[in-house]
């Protein structure tokens, strides 16, 4: 088993098997730190090969509406004195 490996199945021994860091180092032979290593860079490394999703429609719409009615509105007229 590789790295990749070892870390994939801990992760799923953590998120599927609700087992603690110290209980799948008891099964993996190891310690709770570097468990915990594991576990954390493999879910560092699948949250960045997943695409950053972000929903801005209704804010974007909401500025460029925003923008607009401001370069359209209509100054006031400046009396003389």
């Keep these: 088993m590789d790295v ?5 199945f801990i992760a799923s021994m953590i998120d599927e098997g609700k087992l603690s860091y110290q209980q799948v180092a ?3 032979g190891s310690n709770a730190p570097t468990v ?13 090969e997943t695409p950053l999703r972000i929903s ?5 719409q909401a500025i460029c509406d925003s ?4 370069r ?10």
């Design 4 to 8: 990749d490996e070892k870390a994939a």
């Design 67 to 70: 923008v607009h009615d401001a």
């Design 26 to 28: 008891k099964k993996v």
């Design 56 to 60: 801005t429609g209704n804010r974007v």
């Design 36 to 48: 915990r290593k594991h576990y954390v860079g493999y879910r560092v490394l699948l949250q960045a």
């Design 72 to 81: 359209h509105r209509r100054r006031p007229a400046v009396s003389g004195h």
